[in-house]
């Protein structure tokens, strides 16, 4: 295969989508051993890492719809992981914080999940590590500019 073949960006991905799979299913996997479903996980690493939250920061930061966010937070709200209240200064918007149990397994599930990831990318340098971030990084940005211009050439050529 020659060099410009190899480094093609079909090429490349197709091994990003192949990783991201594999990846993808060993860190779930790695939350599914903790009891924890991945949403309400997400929900708790979330809380646990950026404090109290309104119901809508949750599922903006977390890619959930409504629907799933709701549903997680009145599962993890069930097993008195998390308590639900308004906010101390505008009574329409709902805040979601951790209890104290909450808090707890919240802490040791991220340890455990958080060392799993790092037995699995053990292969990768700090080099490599730093290399595979930074462009990553710089690909979700050009991504996002390409997407976000995209989106508004299609709403001119709606309003036309």
């Known amino acids: ?18 990783a991201y799979d594999a990846v993808r299913t060993f860190a779930e996997d790695s939350i ?21 939250l309104s119901m809508t920061q949750i599922a903006e930061k977390a890619r959930l719809a409504n629907a799933s ?6 599962r993890l709200e069930r097993r008195n992981l998390v308590r639900r209240g308004f906010h101390a200064t505008d009574r329409r918007v709902r805040v979601v914080e951790l209890t104290d149990e909450g808090e ?6 991220f340890t455990a999940h958080s060392r799993d990831l790092e037995e699995m ?3 990768l340098s700090v080099a490599d590590r730093q290399a595979l971030h930074n462009g990553l990084k710089k690909l979700g940005q050009t991504a996002a500019v390409a997407n976000n211009k995209a989106k508004s050439q299609r709403q001119e050529g709606e309003k036309a």
């Open 1 to 18: 295969m020659s060099e410009q073949k190899a480094l093609s960006a079909t090429r490349l991905w197709l091994v990003m989508m192949k």
């Open 32 to 52: 599914v051993g903790t009891g924890l479903g991945l949403s309400d996980f997400i929900v708790l690493e979330m809380l646990l890492h950026k404090g109290p």
């Open 69 to 74: 966010t709701t549903a997680a937070i009145d």
């Open 104 to 109: 707890k397994l919240i802490r040791c599930t």
């Open 121 to 123: 990318m053990r292969p």
